[in-house]
């Protein structure tokens, strides 16, 4: 079994916390962890793109000269694809990126997202969060203490009002609770800073 050292809000070391090897310490699956980034992605695609054919152009009912005789090629529609102002051919139209996943691939993916962090040295468990003020300053105080730089996501068993608001003016730090946490998320910082609880919230969802 894996331990983690347990850290306080000073950066000090006050205790070990063991991990499930279920959930911090498998073989990460990169190709589910992969399907799982991709429809993360997606999900946030609009899919709204969308070009006119020549069939919905204003215009064009006219045929511009007669078939024959004028020395012109043929034309139908001033609205033809190769004219000004015609319609576009094969452009986008509104769709969906919706990807499919079952429950069991998510939570694997979640799994090797986590073993991940915890195989790059990448995981920081806190004793707790409990801040006294709700201003930024005491927050990055915090986060220099314990070493967490870059990107950073936070995840508590229960949002504060203090550390939402500590945290909200942080460009690099995203705040989640533990029932809320994801992938594409934990996949794109470069720290993981968690509160023991919320360790502890879970593993008894993912084990």
Same mark, same amino acid.
């Given at each position: 079994?894996?331990?983690?050292?347990?850290?306080?809000?000073?950066?000090?070391?006050?205790? &070990?916390?063991?991990?499930?090897?279920?959930?911090?310490?498998?073989?990460?699956? &990169?190709?589910?962890? !992969? &399907?799982?980034?991709?429809?993360?992605?997606?999900?946030?695609?609009?899919?709204?793109?969308?070009?006119?054919?020549?069939?919905?152009?204003?215009?064009?009912?006219?045929?511009?000269?007669?078939?024959?005789?004028?020395?012109?090629?043929?034309?139908?529609?001033?609205?033809?694809?190769?004219?000004?102002?015609?319609?576009?051919?094969?452009?986008?139209?509104?769709?969906? !990126?919706?990807?499919?996943?079952?429950?069991?691939?998510?939570?694997?993916?979640?799994?090797?997202?986590?073993? !991940?962090?915890?195989?790059?040295?990448?995981?920081?468990?806190?004793?707790?969060?409990?801040?006294?003020?709700?201003?930024?300053?005491?927050?990055?105080?915090?986060?220099?203490?314990?070493?967490?730089?870059?990107?950073?996501?936070?995840?508590?068993?229960?949002?504060?009002?203090?550390?939402?608001?500590?945290?909200?003016?942080?460009?690099?730090?995203?705040?989640?609770?533990?029932?809320?946490?994801?992938?594409?998320?934990?996949?794109?910082?470069?720290?993981?800073?968690?509160?023991?609880?919320?360790?502890?919230?879970?593993?008894?969802?993912?084990?």
């Amino acid at each position: 079994m894996k331990k983690q050292p347990i850290l306080d809000l000073t950066g000090t070391k006050v205790g &070990d916390l063991t991990l499930n090897e279920n959930v911090w310490g498998i073989t990460p699956n &990169d190709a589910v962890l !992969y &399907d799982a980034i991709t429809l993360a992605r997606n999900s946030q695609r609009q899919g709204t793109a969308k070009t006119k054919t020549r069939s919905e152009v204003s215009g064009g009912g006219r045929k511009p000269w007669r078939q024959k005789g004028t020395g012109h090629a043929r034309q139908g529609s001033t609205r033809a694809p190769q004219w000004v102002g015609g319609g576009t051919v094969f452009g986008p139209q509104p769709r969906t !990126y919706f990807k499919k996943m079952n429950r069991k691939e998510r939570r694997l993916a979640l799994r090797s997202a986590l073993s !991940y962090k915890t195989q790059d040295q990448e995981l920081i468990v806190l004793d707790n969060l409990n801040l006294e003020t709700n201003k930024t300053k005491d927050m990055l105080k915090v986060l220099e203490a314990i070493k967490a730089n870059k990107n950073i996501l936070i995840v508590v068993e229960e949002l504060t009002e203090n550390v939402i608001l500590s945290t909200r003016n942080i460009p690099n730090v995203v705040l989640l609770q533990a029932n809320e946490i994801n992938t594409l998320d934990i996949v794109a910082s470069d720290n993981l800073v968690i509160t023991k609880e919320a360790v502890k919230q879970i593993e008894e969802v993912l084990a």
